[in-house]
């Protein structure tokens, strides 16, 4: 089943698209809460479909870097605690996934940000980040 996962400036978390309004978007939460609440015109939402990591040549889909991370990590969570490792350790770490992502451009807060998303899609079994024609599309496990 494809997804709509969200992200939504200003609100922690992920979330996926359930229904559109006049005004508004009804999303709910990615995580075992699945708390659901409304998302208007004056909040930024992007979806993670939309956003791309810079790397030396071209930018990479966010889905193909998920997809690399879930090769490295065997479907499991990121291994590494990358809230408490140095920058050092947390680009070193990172250029296993993407060897070539444009160190200038990421920072450490954009590595984390993947790190924590991608663990939130992973506890909550959504680990089908790209489909078969290589295009991205983010799918449940059992569905």
């Known amino acids: 089943m494809k997804q709509t996962i969200l992200s939504i400036s200003g609100k922690p978390g992920l979330y996926e ?19 659901r609440i409304p998302v208007f015109a ?18 990479v889909p966010l889905m193909k870097v998920f997809d690399a991370l879930c090769k490295k990590e065997d479907g499991k969570v990121v291994s590494i605690n990358y809230k408490k490792c140095s920058s050092k350790e947390l680009r070193d770490y990172f250029a296993e996934v993407l060897p070539d992502f444009d160190r200038d451009r990421v920072h450490d807060s954009d590595i984390k940000k993947l790190f924590q998303w991608y663990n939130i899609l992973v506890e909550n079994g959504i680990t089908d980040f ?13 569905e």
Request: aromatic share 2%; charged share 35%.
């Open 17 to 35: 698209l359930v229904s559109r309004g006049k005004m508004n978007l009804i999303v709910e939460m990615v995580d075992s809460s699945h708390k």
């Open 130 to 142: 790209v489909d078969a024609e290589g295009g991205t599309a983010v799918n449940k496990k059992d």
């Open 42 to 59: 004056s909040d930024r939402v992007t979806s993670l479909n939309d956003i791309a990591m810079y790397t030396d040549k071209d930018d």
